[in-house]
């Protein structure tokens, strides 16, 4: 049967397990898939997966993936209707929206306007609060300098965190424990910004030591919007998500409806258009939530969603740009069960998580009832050494949290990647401890618990 949509072919303009992930939904949309990839990635299974591809550049992301001007110059030699950016990249970089949208290409994502005010921090700070989103104390915009921080630091209380306006990923953030630290902390934390964002700017938010990193999905069109439950993604090392799960296991009915609405709030107040994440952090003391970020693209985690909702959110992205709409309310979203997955990387847990490019001798992914693994590995692929260290991510449900957790611990058991170390054993190890078990989790306990048992920081 022919397509009915609009776009009839999607220019992929990433690379690694999400490319291979976008493929799929285009293919299963009737979507012509059109794969651009650097020399380093001429064998990738995105490229073999593809309808046609096309070399951007060398295998640096700056001389491809990065390279506006070479993602649109391939766009228009192989007449495509829409850019999928995936995540990271350019994923998130609002000038490239606009450029995708001035030559004629349709953005599958939010508006380039969005995009700037949301990954702007301290701007969707102050949208959070106009929409009656809670946010953690702070300041309410960008500081000017070190002494402008002391100021409110000493109004809010110690400890508190400076965090780049423009950052992710834990750059360009630091925790200040007393006003003797804060000018060297705020130098160091801009300075790094600068370098990895092109941005200085920073704020400045209480420091809240025992927490809960929540965060909900949504889809809107622009005057719709739903959510589709939240992800708990706690357990992290150095602000780097290792595993995500939904439901959380700590979140009341209520506090989890009240995320939710607030979430939508927000959305409809910047009127949000595709896919895309409220982040926020649960004060595990009061029980209360606030406002952390908003991711304006697709997650790596997102199929823990899918695999409770029932929901394929690229496809959904897809029809979303291609002005179908979100296509359900709120009344119509129905969660089921528990998922949990488990990000498997090119690194190697004994010698602080170094990573671990080389070729895969054999490649065995695991199966059975339940079980999802989200890949582009293949025997005999390499992995190179210049972009994200992910290989992959197993997703498994099952029918509550204890069943999901022995799902995932048969399905790691199950796999096999030879030839490069990989964190499937440290996941193997960590989801069997007790605390994991018994939910027992927040977002430094990798880091200042679980590792030094280990004799590991």
């Known amino acids: 049967m022919a397509s009915t949509h609009r776009i009839k072919s999607v220019l ?38 593809a309808d046609r591809a096309v070399c951007i550049g060398g295998p640096r992301p700056h001389d491809s993936y990065l390279s506006q001007q070479r993602v649109l110059a391939a766009a228009s030699a192989l007449k495509v209707d829409a850019v999928h950016p995936g995540y990271g990249f350019l994923s998130e ?28 921090k301290a701007m969707a700070r102050r949208l959070a609060e106009e929409a009656g989103v809670p946010t953690t104390p702070g300041s309410k915009g960008v500081i000017e300098d070190a ?49 990895a964002f092109g941005n200085g700017a920073m704020y400045l938010e209480k420091f809240l030591t025992d927490i809960r990193h929540i965060e909900i999905q949504v889809l809107g069109d622009g005057e719709t ?24 296991p700590v979140l009341s009915d209520k506090l989890r409806q009240d995320i939710g609405r607030a979430a939508i709030q927000l959305c409809q107040h910047v009127k949000y258009r595709s896919a895309g994440t ?48 979100v296509g359900m309310r709120q009344s119509d979203v129905r969660l089921s069960g528990h998922a949990i997955e488990c990000r498997i990387n090119a690194e190697d847990p004994a010698r602080d998580f170094l990573p671990s490019p080389g070729r895969i001798h054999s490649y065995t992914p695991p199966g059975g009832m339940g079980v999802r693994m989200d890949s582009h590995l293949f025997t005999g692929y390499v992995v190179p050494p210049y972009y994200d260290s992910l ?4 997703i498994c449900w099952g029918r509550d949290r204890p069943e999901a957790v022995a799902r995932m611990r048969r399905a790691l058991s ?5 030839g490069v170390t990989t964190t499937r054993q440290f996941h193997e190890s960590l989801i069997a401890t007790d605390d994991f078990a018994a939910g027992r989790i927040h977002t430094r306990y990798v880091q200042n618990i679980y590792l030094p048992g280990l004799g590991q920081s």
């Open 93 to 120: 970089n609002a000038a490239f929206s606009d450029l995708v949208e001035k030559e004629g290409f349709t953005f599958i994502g939010p508006t380039g306007d969005t995009i700037r005010a949301m990954g702007d």
């Open 414 to 418: 199950e796999l096999e990647i030879d």
């Open 12 to 49: 992929v303009a990433n690379r690694g397990e999400i490319a291979v992930r976008i493929i799929r939904a285009c293919h299963e949309m009737g979507i012509e898939a059109v794969q651009v990839f650097s020399e380093a990635d001429r064998d990738s299974l995105a490229v073999r997966m």
């Open 278 to 325: 409220i982040e926020c952090i649960l004060d595990l003391a009061s029980q209360s939530f606030y406002f952390m970020e908003m991711n304006t693209r697709i997650q790596v985690e997102h199929p823990v969603t899918e695999m409770i909702s029932g929901v394929d959110l690229v496809k959904a992205q897809i029809a979303i740009a291609d002005g179908q709409g």
């Open 147 to 195: 002494r402008q921080a002391a100021t409110i630091a000493e109004k809010i209380g110690y400890p508190v965190l400076l965090k780049a306006s423009a950052g992710g990923g834990g750059r360009g953030m630091r925790v200040v424990h007393d006003p003797s630290q804060i000018e060297r902390a705020f130098l160091e934390a801009s300075r790094e910004a600068m370098v």
């Open 225 to 248: 919007v739903v959510h589709l439950g939240e992800r708990d993604c706690s357990t992290q090392r150095r602000n780097q998500k290792l595993i995500e799960e939904s439901p959380s």
């Open 391 to 394: 290989l992959g991510k197993v």
